[in-house]
Structures are given as C-alpha cells and as structure tokens.
C-alpha cells in the first residue's frame, strides 16, 4: 500500500479576547487563507479573565502561532507581555495585534487606521467634529487616529471619568487636535454642531443588542453614525440613525478594513478587498 501524502502543518493565527463567540473574524480569515491557498487556520480563543492574558500571549510565543489579534478587554493589559511595540502603540497605548518576527511578539494597532478608511468612503473627516461614545482600547486608537486624520475637535463620552480624561489628553499630546470629556449619565445628548457620531462600545452586540441611549432627537439627519458592532451588521444605534435620515457606517466594513492591513502584515500578499467583503459576507449569513 503507498504511502498517503500527509497535508503541510497549518500556520496557526488567532483572536485573544472576552467574549469572542459572536465574532465572525475567524469565518471571515479562514475564508481568505482559502482563496489564496494559505494552510494557515485562524482560532477564537476566549480569555475569560485578565489574569490569564499573560498565559494566552505566552501561549502564543510556546505554540509557534504565526500572528494574533487582540481584542476586548485586552488591548491595553496586554502590552507589557509583548516583546515589542510599534510607533503607534506606544502613542495610542493599546494593542490590536501582533506579529511574530524572528520568535518575537511584536505588538500593532490598526483600529483606528480600518475606522478612518471606513468612514472616508462616506464622508471627509478634514475639519469634522467627532463624539465618542465609549473610549476603550478601541475607542483611543480610534480617537487619535481620527484626529491625525485631520478632526478638528473630539469629545469622549464615557461613564469613567479617569478613563475619558486619560484618554482626551493621549489623543492632544499625539495629534494637537483638542479633545475634551463628557460625562455618560443616563440619555446621552449629543452637543450641537457634531458631524461624526460613534459607538465605540459593546452595546448593540448580539445577542443582547443592547440599545445606545441617545436622545436621537439631539442628533441632526446631517451627522454620520459609525458603530464598531460587528455582528448584527446594522445594529439597533444604526437603525435608529438610518430612521432619522443620517448616513451610517457599520462595524463590518471596519473589520474589512483593518482584517486586509493585518493580512497583509502576516501573509506579506496584498489582499483584494473584495475577497474580504464577499469571506465576511458568507461569514454573517448575507
């Protein structure tokens, strides 16, 4: 009897963060290591506290993954357990992903990058004045990535006020660009003159899809709503602004954005978008 020939050993990526079960990345990559003949896999793995993420990142390291991405509640604790940083992630202080390079965890952020790319197909960020809602890690990569995309002004919306006010100075030391903190006390009103207004929390998430109290009637059919949600792609934020007229971009063409950069950094092979749109498109069901 011959010999089978046995498939290569897949390179190995995947996504450290809590929860991650809704997510459709790995659906979404494992789509597009196929279409380009990868045999690389990409793995959810749920960290379910922070103070396993120094195993996890560990785990990587021990395991020969090819790259990770690192999400919700993690971006910010899991710097100090990467071997380096980027220029980037030492100004915005937060992590998206890593590469390995010659054994060594080096960390990224493109969050912001995928964000601002997203929204320029809708509208100029030139001289917009952008609110927040939520100021995560995340939401300060986004930040100052917005403000170095030429916002003149941001307003971080947060119930913590260390968190909103740490995160206001991180986005004027970096870019110059003012940025000031509200209070998120119950309903939240959106100052007059906003032009981009964006969740950059988890509300809205399946399953819950836990509505964002805004007073919609603060908010002018003239501002763009963004919401970094995933999974539903049009979540209830969204609904409510495409009901008052307001041009939306949702969380999926951001993940595009920023799954195409990661790709790219891991694969060395400039990805076509329109091989992601149609992988996340089959991922959701669409």
Same mark, same amino acid.
């Given at each position: 009897?011959?010999n089978?020939?046995?498939p290569?050993q897949?390179?190995l990526t995947?996504m450290?963060?809590?929860?991650?079960?809704?997510?459709?990345i790995?659906?979404?990559?494992?789509?597009?290591?196929?279409?380009y003949?990868?045999?690389?896999?990409?793995?959810?793995?749920d960290?379910?506290?922070?103070?396993?993420i120094?195993?996890a990142?560990?785990g990587?390291?021990?395991?020969?993954?090819?790259?990770?991405?690192i999400?919700v509640p993690?971006?910010?604790v899991?710097i100090?357990?990467?071997?380096?940083?980027?220029?980037?992630?030492r100004?915005?202080?937060a992590?998206n992903?890593?590469?390995?390079?010659?054994g060594?965890?080096?960390?990224?952020?493109?969050?912001?990058?995928?964000v601002?790319?997203?929204i320029?197909?809708?509208?100029?960020?030139?001289?917009?004045?952008v609110v927040?809602?939520?100021?995560?890690?995340? %939401?300060?990569a !986004?930040?100052v990535?917005l @403000?170095?995309?030429g916002?003149?002004?941001l +307003?971080?919306v947060?119930r913590? &006020?260390e968190?909103?006010v740490?995160?206001a100075?991180?986005?004027?030391?970096?870019s110059?660009v003012?940025?000031e903190w509200?209070?998120w006390?119950?309903?939240?009103v959106?100052?007059?003159?906003?032009d981009?207004?964006?969740?950059?929390?988890?509300?809205g998430?399946a399953p819950?899809?836990?509505?964002?109290p805004v007073?919609?009637?603060?908010?002018?059919?003239?501002?763009?709503v963004?919401?970094v949600?995933?999974?539903?792609?049009?979540t209830?934020?969204?609904?409510?602004a495409?009901?008052?007229?307001?041009?939306?971009?949702? %969380?999926v063409? !951001?993940?595009v954005?920023? @799954?195409?950069?990661?790709?790219?950094?891991? +694969?060395g092979?400039e990805?076509d &978008?329109?091989?992601?749109?149609r992988a996340?498109?089959?991922?959701?069901?669409?």
């Amino acid at each position: 009897m011959a010999n089978a020939t046995l498939p290569p050993q897949k390179q190995l990526t995947c996504m450290l963060g809590h929860p991650v079960a809704e997510n459709p990345i790995d659906r979404m990559f494992d789509a597009v290591f196929a279409r380009y003949g990868l045999h690389w896999q990409f793995w959810k793995c749920d960290v379910d506290s922070a103070d396993k993420i120094a195993a996890a990142i560990a785990g990587v390291r021990a395991l020969g993954f090819s790259g990770a991405c690192i999400t919700v509640p993690y971006k910010v604790v899991s710097i100090p357990h990467l071997d380096e940083v980027d220029d980037d992630v030492r100004a915005i202080g937060a992590a998206n992903y890593m590469t390995v390079e010659d054994g060594r965890l080096v960390g990224h952020n493109n969050d912001g990058k995928g964000v601002v790319k997203a929204i320029k197909k809708v509208t100029p960020i030139q001289g917009k004045r952008v609110v927040m809602l939520g100021a995560g890690g995340a %939401g300060r990569a !986004m930040a100052v990535e917005l @403000a170095w995309a030429g916002a003149s002004q941001l +307003t971080l919306v947060t119930r913590r &006020e260390e968190q909103g006010v740490e995160v206001a100075q991180t986005v004027t030391k970096a870019s110059g660009v003012p940025a000031e903190w509200l209070p998120w006390r119950g309903e939240v009103v959106v100052p007059p003159g906003t032009d981009i207004l964006m969740n950059a929390t988890h509300l809205g998430c399946a399953p819950a899809l836990e509505p964002v109290p805004v007073a919609w009637d603060s908010v002018p059919a003239a501002t763009t709503v963004v919401d970094v949600i995933t999974n539903p792609r049009i979540t209830p934020f969204l609904q409510a602004a495409r009901s008052k007229g307001c041009p939306i971009v949702d %969380g999926v063409e !951001m993940l595009v954005q920023l @799954a195409m950069q990661i790709f790219q950094a891991w +694969t060395g092979i400039e990805p076509d &978008e329109t091989v992601f749109q149609r992988a996340v498109a089959q991922a959701l069901g669409e």
